[in-house]
């Protein structure tokens, strides 16, 4: 038939104007993008300080095993913090309890920068025990509000499968920040595997674990300032 190529051309505009309105709702829905923006920090944060855990306990304290101790107390206090945070949330609000994760995790930063390496291996895993609270509190926060971020602008198309492949995206995309950083910045200091470390490489692993993730909290917690999104509290 004459038509079939104009018909075909028509529903493959159709389909191709379908794609990039549904992309261009994502990226006008001011919820989602505030939300989205305060979690890839809170991702690059947790990773920037997780990554720095066999560095600061290998080069600065010589107690490598120690990091699995370490990382176990974290995970532990993250899980033990997870229904914690989900009660403050039904209470005060999701973004409160948000906050308070952001918070815990740029203020523990802080006190490992100026006090970690000096307050021996027991201080310090308390230290990442606190920081295991901020990690639970800003886990599952997030994604309890995603749904609302994605039902914020209604005139918009929801395509549920996009907000969620642009989300998962931006959680690699924060994994992939802190390792690239961390790396360049060891590397401009001078770090050199399994050797005995300069001052300024230990002064840089301090830096990352501390300043560097607290700054990304910080950032956090100000933008969620501009979340739209009002919390009904039970």
Partial sequence: SVTEPAIRQKREKAQTDSFFSVYRSVFKNRAYLILLAVFVLHITAINFLQGMVVYYLKYIYQAEAFSTVVMGLLLITALISIPIAAKCSNVWGKDFSYRVGLGILCVTAMVIFFAGHLVGLTVLAVLFVCAGVGVGFAFATPWAMLPDAVAWQRDTVHNEGCYYGVWTFA????????????????????????????????????????????????????????????????
Avoid: N, W
Wanted: proline fraction near 3%; include cysteine; glycine fraction near 10%.
């Fill in 171 to 234: 959680s690699k995309l924060g994994q992939a920040i802190s390792t690239g950083m961390s790396g360049i910045i060891l590397s401009a200091a001078g770090y050199h595997a399994d050797t005995l470390q300069s001052s300024e490489t230990i002064y840089a692993i301090r830096l990352i674990a501390g300043p560097i993730s607290a700054f990304a909290c910080l950032s956090g917690l100000v933008i969620i300032r501009f979340y739209p999104i009002v919390r009904e509290k039970s």
